[in-house]
């Protein structure tokens, strides 16, 4: 059978993360934990900020779409690959290929640039307090949002548009858990070129501007913090930084070992791994890095259960 798209595949099949039948179920138990503590963090974050007032700011609008873009990010791949532990034959469809790849591209590029709209929040709260309220009016961050969303689009599309021009003859085994890019370019019985020269591109683009935008933000961030003059001002800006630099370093560490290498020199499995961090193990750490030292979060949280009790 032919799809629209000329290609003589209908459906991929995905390795998975091994092909060990006797960690298989192991790792169903481990993926399912992790899975279920993403969901109750990032949905236990969107309920406080929605509930509490305190936290209608702009630092937390942007942490409420961050647990907003983890939720549905780990949620594209997530449950297919717990279906694939405990599956004879991994198979997904080439339509629902396609989808994979477009919901995996608009939740990370979307994640980015939402980091990156906190690192600004960051630079105007510490670098210039005083025009806070209009810097980051709810009508900029509005616009913010709008547009990390856009970009998101606009990638997403792009990478789907381009896959969808390649014809699948007779190779149909994705080396990966999920349809990821350059698995799947890999099986294509036509020239990728483009694709991967888009993706280059696309990828740079996606990775460099928000990281060097975070980088300069926070250059600024570090300049203010040093000529501050009290130990307790410096230690409290620190504070409120560490989470989000953390938060940082994972994703676009992750996303960069895997997107910014040649394909000639990076091994499958390699990138398997390191795709673990930035599909699973980020969208699990965030909540948690957030509300651990977070005293806004713990206030909120206290408030809800007293609420909850009486």
């Not at 717990?82 to 790849?101: E, P, T, V």
């Not at 709209?117 to 210039?128: G, K, P, Q």
């Not at 989000?244 to 996303?255: T, W």
Request: neutral net charge; hydrophobic residues 45%; contains cysteine.
């Amino acid at each position: 059978m032919t799809t629209e798209n000329g290609s003589l595949v209908t459906e991929f099949i995905l390795v998975g993360i091994t092909d060990h039948s006797d960690l298989q179920l192991p790792l169903f138990f481990l993926f399912l934990a992790l899975y279920m503590v993403t969901m109750l963090g990032n949905l236990g974050l969107i309920t406080l900020i929605g509930l509490n007032s305190h936290l209608h700011t702009p630092m937390y609008f942007f942490l409420f779409n961050l647990s907003f873009t983890d939720l549905c990010y780990s949620s594209v791949f997530t449950p297919k690959m717990l279906i694939n532990f405990i599956s004879k034959k991994n198979i997904i469809s080439y339509q629902g290929c396609m989808a994979q790849l477009y919901f995996f591209c608009f939740f990370a590029i979307s994640e980015s640039y939402v980091l990156t709209s906190m690192a600004y929040d960051r630079y105007v709260a510490i670098c210039n307090p005083l025009s806070y309220n209009i810097a980051m009016s709810p009508k900029v961050c509005s616009n913010l949002m709008f547009g990390s969303y856009l970009m998101a689009f606009s990638t997403a599309m792009t990478h789907t548009g381009c896959m969808l021009r390649l014809t699948f003859c007779d190779a149909n085994t994705i080396n990966h858990y999920f349809c990821d890019i350059l698995p799947v370019l890999q099986l294509s019985c036509t020239s990728t070129y483009v694709n991967e020269l888009v993706l280059f591109i696309v990828a740079s683009i996606n990775i460099f501007v928000p990281s060097l935008t975070i980088f300069i933000s926070y250059g600024f961030i570090l300049s203010s913090i040093l000529h501050m003059n009290s130990t307790d001002s410096r230690f409290k800006a620190f504070s409120t930084c560490s989470s989000h630099i953390i938060a940082v370093l994972l994703f676009f560490g992750s996303c960069s070992f895997t997107y910014l290498q040649p394909s000639s020199e990076r091994s499958m499995n390699e990138g398997k791994i390191s795709s673990l961090f930035y599909t699973n193990v980020v969208p699990m750490m965030n909540p948690l890095i957030y509300s651990l030292r977070n005293k806004d979060i713990k206030l909120a949280l206290r408030k809800t259960l007293h609420r909850r009790n009486f």
